[in-house]
């Protein structure tokens, strides 16, 4: 079957680094999306990668290893407004849009 | 651009009755996907079209959901009748033209819909 697996919940302080892993295990691959998702909203577009490697995009960076089947999110600077859920997730060989079931990060000050 | 828009924000309703929740896209935007989410089950794709046609409705539940998409500016994803269960939030979202399935979607802010 295919799995994607992140952590159900992390915890960092303001100011601190995080990383958010997310394994996945499809049948092919076609890119890997982060997105987030503030409590009550809607989920926001933070990042594809289709080739290995780090993508930095100001505080928030997401590596991605294909043959390992893992990437992470990696936020700096930690911001209250960080708080949120972060979902991973992954597009197989048939173009499906595979979710993982979200990490909710909690920032303290 | 306003972004993706759907109504009802709210919903509450009864157990049978029937339930219809609206979107329309981002103008110019070709492909259209249909989304529930729940705490237990996480994010799941219900239905998507492209060009307003119906691509895949693998993930409709069973029969008593339906979705159209008459123009490239609206589409309702109907429950009829609806049950407990089915309560969840139900997110429309878009992507842009020649992106196919691997590009960036464009969420509502969803609809939260509650049967008792």
């Known amino acids: 079957g295919q799995n994607i697996d992140q952590p159900t919940e992390m915890t960092a302080t303001e100011g601190a680094i995080v990383q958010i892993n997310c394994t996945y295990q499809?049948?092919?691959?076609?890119?890997l999306f982060w997105y987030q998702q503030h409590a009550g909203e809607a989920p926001t577009f933070l990042s594809y990668?289709?080739l290995d490697g780090l993508e930095e995009k100001g505080r928030f960076s997401s590596f991605l290893s294909r043959s390992k089947g893992y990437s992470y999110l990696l936020l700096k600077e930690l911001q209250m407004k960080d708080s949120a859920s972060y979902l991973c997730a992954v597009t197989d060989s048939n173009y499906q849009l595979i979710w993982g079931a979200g990490t909710k990060l909690i920032i303290k000050p | 651009d306003a972004g993706v828009i759907q109504s009802p924000r709210h919903e509450v309703t009864e157990m049978g009755q029937e339930v219809t929740l609206r979107c329309k896209p981002i103008?110019?935007?070709?492909?259209l996907f249909w989304y529930r989410q729940t705490m237990m089950r996480g994010l799941e794709l219900l239905i998507y079209f492209n060009n307003n046609v119906p691509i895949d409705d693998s993930g409709m539940p069973e029969d008593r959901f339906s979705a159209k998409m008459p123009n490239a500016s609206f589409s309702t994803l109907k429950i009829q009748p609806s049950e407990p269960r089915d309560s969840a939030v139900y997110f429309c979202?878009?992507?842009?033209?020649?992106?196919?399935?691997?590009?960036?979607?464009?969420f509502g802010e969803g609809s939260r819909l509650t049967v008792l």
């Open positions: 499809t049948s092919g691959f076609n890119g």
């Open positions: 990668n289709v």
């Open positions: 979202a878009s992507s842009l033209p020649g992106q196919d399935l691997t590009g960036e979607l464009f």
């Open positions: 103008s110019g935007h070709d492909y």
